[in-house]
């Protein structure tokens, strides 16, 4: 297949070293010049520009820019392309990309690769990030079947475990394993650094350990996807928050009235329910 990648970043660019070594002819466009210039010198993809008419002929397309860049960069290719290609994206929230491209492109089929690394750009591209990593689509009743089984035959071709769902479920879904877990993290550091007692606090941070780094990393990640996250899941964001906030207020209030029977049946409740979190138990 002749297939179109825009935005050559972490995403875009470990689809196209893996689309490209499955054989496909894989065309990019980017945003910089520079970025372009190097995806074709290390020959992720056989071509690339800025100019989004590169994918005038193309069979599928990819749109991998940063999320509060889909919905116009998919506008702005429109014109470029002709019906009967396919256009996917993979961006981390759902229903606002779906309700604005459903409409204007039947052929549009929404995805979410669940993979990725802290960094980005190009440069942080890698061969085989998808594989063994969930892949979820969420098309609608009105995307044509053959549009799905066409993005999908990709996604398992990249030996990712396929999922399909409606965008309004995988946006709540991510709310709790994703984005919830952000807030979670990024509310725990900032409670530790109200410790006003700078002697505590100086030792606190030379005693973290295992157990704080693996708590604290992705609360203390890249600032911009946080508030992405937030701005654009805002509403399964604050469900997901709101009911954190009484879990949170039920184990205080057992600490309180020292109910230690009633915590440990919630903690031995939590120990067997958190295997069933582990991404791919359930995959078709
Ligand atoms: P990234 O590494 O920053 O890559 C995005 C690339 O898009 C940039 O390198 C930039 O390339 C290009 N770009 C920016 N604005 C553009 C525009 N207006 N038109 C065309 N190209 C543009 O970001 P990423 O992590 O790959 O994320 C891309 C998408 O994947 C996001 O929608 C995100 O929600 C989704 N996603 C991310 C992850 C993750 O873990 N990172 C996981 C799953 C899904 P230039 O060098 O040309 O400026």
Redesign the pocket.
Known sequence: MKIGI???????GSLALDLRSLGHRVLG????D???QEAIARQIVDDATVNLSLLADADLVFI????G??I??FEALIPHLSANTIVT?????KTPVVKALAPIWPNFVGG??????AE???D?ALSNLFAGNPYVLTPTETTPANAVKVVEEIVRSLQAKFYICRPEDHDKAVAWISHLPVMVSAGLIDACMSETNSNVLELAQNLASSGFRDTSRVGGGNPELGV?MARYNRDALLRSLQQYRQSLDGLIADIEREDWQELEEKLKQNHQSRPDFIAGKNFS
């Open positions: 825009v935005g050559l970043g972490l995403i875009g466009v980017s945003r910089r520079r970025t372009c991998c820019t940063p999320l860049a889909i116009p960069t994206d993979v961006g981390s929230v979410h690769p669940m993979a990725g690394t980005s750009g190009l942080a992405m």
